[in-house]
């Protein structure tokens, strides 16, 4: 199953590359309007990108007016990505999304670079969001952590249905000519190439402490990445950074990735999760 | 390399046939393949060889078979997008955003710098319109080839001292001189800018003030009316103050 990083699409402003994922997870919803941080807010480095947006988005109750069931139209599952800054407001928001059928799922934003983290610890927080809905739980998580695998367990006993590994990875970078910051908020989040051997870590780790789906994020671009990120225990795989330059990317990604899997004999993606584990690591003569 | 048609974008690899210098800036013509030009101060998505995200370029002329962008080699994207040369390949997206309106009465161009790129081909669609140029230096105004018959200054003359702002105006340029032919002429159109990593409303990067929000110039823009730019420069002006 092939969906798109959160933020990375706006699935009612290009609505035909939203309809090639086999779910569009939607930016994430506050419980009040943000407008998000001042300009400038994304900046290229060699090794990916930078971004702050800052969880600009209307908040849940023009969401859940004006924009959900324009989405439901799309035809795909969605998922609603929320995020808060207490587990009040993830309960909070879960219950609202709770009663629309047009809701697939929800992905709990815990790891946004951009904004002040939430108060409460990943156990209160997913546990808030549990008692509040019934809708499969992915818990998106932070590759900053120290023990990422540690935390995914958290969530699991929580009550999160799965994981989504990972967001961006806190970064900076500098004026060519100024030395300044070239985001307006110093630090952004980084994702794009820098990020695949990141969330291949993060995800392999993940895959040995928890029994959850795990949608693997973080610089896919081929068939190829999407395939490492599977077999080092990725149930889906999510695409972000790579949407900007290629809308297409979707419908290559997937073509790419079943061509990957004949090669090496296999027809489902299912059939490579977790192949990596499996392999011994040739040790040198 | 084509994007699926049923996206609505329209992306595909084109052939460059060929590069040459305008003054201080560089023109990169690249065969059409299947895009179609747009109108004039809608903008492209081109991916500079070995980079992570595309660069918006306006188009500045459209002959036929080919769509021709104007290049200022200012930073790495651009540098590497100059550095293309005939047979190179280059993934280029769109047309994509608002363009010029072309219904005016009494158009008059008016153009600064980098800023006479989208010009030349909105020119060729309006026919025989007056045009104003400004530039910073003697070597800058070589560029005005691209636009035979218009009315150069060059600093510290402005254009806005050159410019009837009884006519309808359609400008691109530097910020300051987008703000001062609005402040002359609040209804003139403007193309503004602003970095982006889509050009498609994915990415939010290119949000402007307009109206009293930060709005996604890709989706609102980059053509925009003189009143929205001066709220436009607020914002901007904080930002940098910040």
Same mark, same amino acid.
């Given at each position: 199953m092939i969906l798109n990083g959160s933020g990375c699409l706006d699935a009612l402003a290009a609505p035909g590359v939203a309809r090639a994922l086999d779910a569009f997870v939607t930016k994430t919803v506050t419980p009040l309007p943000r407008?998000?941080?001042?300009?400038?807010?994304?900046?290229?480095?060699?090794?990916?990108?930078?971004?702050?947006?800052?969880?600009?988005?209307p908040g849940i109750d023009r969401f859940l007016a004006d924009l959900l069931p324009g989405l439901a139209r799309l035809g795909i599952p969605i998922w609603v990505s929320i995020g808060g800054f207490s587990a009040p407001d993830y309960e909070d928001l879960c219950q609202r999304l709770d009663g629309r059928v047009e809701v697939a799922a929800i992905e709990l934003n815990l790891s946004c670079p951009n904004v002040q983290a939430p108060d409460g610890g990943v156990t209160e927080l997913v546990a808030s969001a549990r008692a509040a809905t019934a809708k499969p739980l992915y818990a998106k998580l932070s590759p900053a952590l120290p023990d990422v695998a540690a935390v995914a367990l958290a969530a699991e006993r929580a009550g999160a249905d799965g994981l989504t590994l990972v967001n961006t990875i806190r970064g900076l970078s500098l004026d060519e000519e100024t030395l300044a910051p070239t985001l307006s908020t110093t630090t952004g989040g980084l994702s794009g190439p820098a990020l695949r051997p990141v969330a291949l870590a993060a995800v392999h780790a993940c895959y040995s402490a928890s029994t959850l789906p795990i949608v693997g994020v973080g610089g896919v671009e081929s068939g190829r990445h999407a395939l490492e990120l599977i077999a080092v225990g990725a149930s889906s795989v999510g695409i972000?950074?790579? *949407?900007?330059?290629?809308?297409?990317?979707?419908a290559r990604v997937r073509a790419?990735?079943?061509?990957?899997?004949?090669?090496?004999?296999?027809?489902?993606?299912?059939?490579?999760?977790?192949?990596?584990?499996?392999?011994?690591?040739?040790?040198?003569? | 390399m084509r994007c699926p048609s049923r996206s609505g974008l329209r992306r595909e690899r084109l052939s460059v046939t060929g590069a040459g210098p305008v003054g201080p800036y560089?023109?990169?013509?690249?065969?059409?393949?299947?895009?179609?030009p747009g109108e004039p101060g809608q903008f492209f998505m081109l991916t500079p060889p070995g980079h992570v995200l595309p660069r918006p370029m306006s188009?500045?002329?459209?002959?036929?078979?080919?769509?021709?962008?104007?290049?200022?080699?200012?930073?790495?994207?651009?540098?590497?997008?100059?550095?293309?040369?005939?047979?190179?390949?280059?993934?280029?997206?769109?047309?994509?955003?608002?363009?010029?309106?072309?219904?005016?009465?009494?158009? *008059?161009l008016v153009g600064g710098?980098?800023?006479?790129?989208?010009?030349?081909?909105?020119?060729?669609? *309006?026919?025989d319109a007056p045009i104003v140029l400004g530039f910073r230096s003697e070597r800058h105004a070589k560029a005005a080839a691209l636009l035979p018959g218009a009315q150069i200054v060059v600093d510290p003359v402005l254009v806005t001292e050159a410019l009837d702002p009884s006519r309808d105006l359609l400008a691109c340029g530097p910020e300051p001189m987008l703000r001062a032919v609005a402040r002359i002429a609040p209804e003139a159109q403007v193309a503004w800018e602003a970095p982006m990593a889509c050009g498609f409303g994915a990415c939010y990067g290119c949000v402007v003030e307009l109206g009293g929000h930060l709005r996604r110039l890709c989706l609102d823009g980059p053509v925009l009316a003189g009143h929205e730019v001066l709220a436009a420069s607020d914002v901007s002006e904080r930002a940098a103050a910040a």
């Amino acid at each position: 199953m092939i969906l798109n990083g959160s933020g990375c699409l706006d699935a009612l402003a290009a609505p035909g590359v939203a309809r090639a994922l086999d779910a569009f997870v939607t930016k994430t919803v506050t419980p009040l309007p943000r407008e998000g941080n001042a300009p400038l807010r994304i900046a290229e480095t060699e090794v990916g990108m930078l971004n702050s947006i800052g969880l600009a988005n209307p908040g849940i109750d023009r969401f859940l007016a004006d924009l959900l069931p324009g989405l439901a139209r799309l035809g795909i599952p969605i998922w609603v990505s929320i995020g808060g800054f207490s587990a009040p407001d993830y309960e909070d928001l879960c219950q609202r999304l709770d009663g629309r059928v047009e809701v697939a799922a929800i992905e709990l934003n815990l790891s946004c670079p951009n904004v002040q983290a939430p108060d409460g610890g990943v156990t209160e927080l997913v546990a808030s969001a549990r008692a509040a809905t019934a809708k499969p739980l992915y818990a998106k998580l932070s590759p900053a952590l120290p023990d990422v695998a540690a935390v995914a367990l958290a969530a699991e006993r929580a009550g999160a249905d799965g994981l989504t590994l990972v967001n961006t990875i806190r970064g900076l970078s500098l004026d060519e000519e100024t030395l300044a910051p070239t985001l307006s908020t110093t630090t952004g989040g980084l994702s794009g190439p820098a990020l695949r051997p990141v969330a291949l870590a993060a995800v392999h780790a993940c895959y040995s402490a928890s029994t959850l789906p795990i949608v693997g994020v973080g610089g896919v671009e081929s068939g190829r990445h999407a395939l490492e990120l599977i077999a080092v225990g990725a149930s889906s795989v999510g695409i972000g950074t790579i *949407l900007f330059r290629d809308p297409g990317a979707p419908a290559r990604v997937r073509a790419e990735l079943a061509s990957e899997l004949a090669a090496i004999g296999l027809s489902d993606p299912a059939e490579a999760r977790g192949l990596a584990r499996a392999q011994v690591a040739l040790l040198p003569v | 390399m084509r994007c699926p048609s049923r996206s609505g974008l329209r992306r595909e690899r084109l052939s460059v046939t060929g590069a040459g210098p305008v003054g201080p800036y560089r023109l990169v013509r690249v065969g059409r393949g299947d895009l179609d030009p747009g109108e004039p101060g809608q903008f492209f998505m081109l991916t500079p060889p070995g980079h992570v995200l595309p660069r918006p370029m306006s188009l500045c002329l459209a002959p036929p078979g080919e769509l021709a962008f104007l290049i200022d080699p200012v930073g790495k994207g651009t540098r590497a997008l100059a550095a293309l040369g005939e047979g190179d390949e280059v993934d280029v997206l769109g047309p994509l955003g608002r363009g010029y309106r072309l219904d005016v009465g009494r158009p *008059l161009l008016v153009g600064g710098g980098i800023g006479i790129a989208p010009l030349p081909y909105l020119a060729a669609r *309006l026919g025989d319109a007056p045009i104003v140029l400004g530039f910073r230096s003697e070597r800058h105004a070589k560029a005005a080839a691209l636009l035979p018959g218009a009315q150069i200054v060059v600093d510290p003359v402005l254009v806005t001292e050159a410019l009837d702002p009884s006519r309808d105006l359609l400008a691109c340029g530097p910020e300051p001189m987008l703000r001062a032919v609005a402040r002359i002429a609040p209804e003139a159109q403007v193309a503004w800018e602003a970095p982006m990593a889509c050009g498609f409303g994915a990415c939010y990067g290119c949000v402007v003030e307009l109206g009293g929000h930060l709005r996604r110039l890709c989706l609102d823009g980059p053509v925009l009316a003189g009143h929205e730019v001066l709220a436009a420069s607020d914002v901007s002006e904080r930002a940098a103050a910040a």
